[in-house]
């Protein structure tokens, strides 16, 4: 299957504020995790936005400058919008260590709450040893704990663990939007398997039947062979998503009067959703049963709280349609 939905993904982008003193490297981390060559790098004045697309997951870059000018003009606005927050330390300056701790101890304050928080150490092009590191992150954990923070190397001119931050970003935003509320109160799913379809309907209690015919638009839609389709819409107050290749077509409804900003992170779950959907199908050599749906659905979507994050104990119906309604 070819899947191409990342492409027609949009929504509010999420932001990452990256901070950290001046010349620390910050820059040229934003830089090498977008592009290879860093070899034009300019002090930032002010700030510089950039967009990062992980494979569709979407993230406004906030580079901020870390001269003190901006430190004390800027950081609180970028930092307090942002969606999650990196601080740069630049691991061969231990003189500013203390300078760079006050800091990042106030921006922490305007960080907001539960959100992911990295610290990166710049090693620069010297090799730190572990117990050299193990200090620095004990300096920049210790005494935040209402943060959990996680801390590793980086250095923007060989490329290690650029990679790492790139996966840190997608997972820890991904994970953090989940524990804060990723609600969804209807999610259909059809599965075509050899002459019939398989419908799957999650629903929270809450959900009315009247409710459910005000959304006549979730029906089964396959996308052409190789294809796959990815719409977004707002229906009586509701965000729906929906995501669907040549045999799988899944539609999301979330919680009335709780404006979800981040459409594009519900496009991308719900894209993923697809895609393992499609994988067991395959597994399964097309035969997927009942049963193999309502244990993957639980799994994945009740037990996990993936969709259903607050204490609500969702409603399944697993039937089988006729392919020729
Ligand atoms: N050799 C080496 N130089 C680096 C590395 N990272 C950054 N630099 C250099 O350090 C200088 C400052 O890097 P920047 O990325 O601009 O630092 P910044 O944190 O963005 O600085 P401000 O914009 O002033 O806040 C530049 O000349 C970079 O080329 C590194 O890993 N190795
Ligand atoms: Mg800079």
């Given at each position: 299957m070819s899947t191409n939905f990342s492409s027609l993904l949009t929504g509010r982008d999420l932001t990452v504020s990256i901070a950290g003193l001046d010349g620390v490297g910050k820059t040229s981390i934003v830089q090498r995790l977008l592009r290879e060559d860093i070899s034009e790098i300019y002090k930032t004045f002010g700030v510089n936005t950039e967009?990062?697309?992980?494979?569709?997951?979407?993230?406004?870059?906030?580079?901020?400058?870390?001269?003190e000018a901006f430190r004390k003009v800027l950081w609180k606005a970028y930092i307090s919008r942002s969606d999650a927050f990196i601080y740069v330390v630049?691991?061969?300056?231990?003189?500013?260590?203390?300078?760079s701790r006050k800091w990042f101890v106030k921006a922490l304050q305007w960080v907001k709450k539960r959100s992911p928080v990295l610290v990166l150490v710049?090693?620069?092009d010297v090799q730190l040893d572990n117990s050299e590191l193990d200090e620095i992150t004990k300096i920049f954990t210790e005494k935040t704990n209402s943060f959990e923070i996680e801390c590793f190397s980086i250095s923007p001119v060989t490329g290690k663990n650029i990679e790492k931050t790139k996966e840190w970003l997608a997972n820890s935003i991904i994970n953090h939007l989940i524990a804060?509320?990723?609600?969804?109160?209807?999610f259909v799913a059809y599965i075509r398997t050899g002459n019939n379809i398989i419908e799957?309907?999650?629903?929270?209690?809450?959900?009315?039947?009247?409710?459910?015919?005000l959304f006549p638009i979730i029906k089964y839609r396959f996308a052409n062979e190789g294809e796959s389709m990815l719409e977004y819409m707002k229906v009586a107050e509701r965000q729906i998503i929906m995501a669907a290749d040549e045999n799988i077509s899944c539609w999301l409804v979330t919680t009335k009067n709780k404006e979800l900003e981040a459409s594009n992170l519900l496009m991308r779950l719900l894209t993923e959703l697809v895609s393992e959907i499609s994988c067991i199908a395959k597994t399964k050599k097309n035969k997927l049963t009942e049963a193999d749906l309502t244990s993957f659905l639980i799994n994945h979507m009740i037990d996990k709280q993936i969709f259903w994050s607050e204490s609500q104990s969702p409603m399944f119906e697993i039937s089988v349609i006729d392919n020729n309604n």
């Open positions: 967009l990062l697309d992980l494979e569709g997951l979407k993230l406004g870059l906030t580079d901020l400058g870390g001269s630049d691991a061969t300056n231990s003189r500013r260590l203390e300078e710049n090693t620069w804060v509320g990723i609600t969804v109160d209807y799957a309907k999650i629903r929270t209690p809450q959900i009315t039947l009247e409710e459910d015919t």
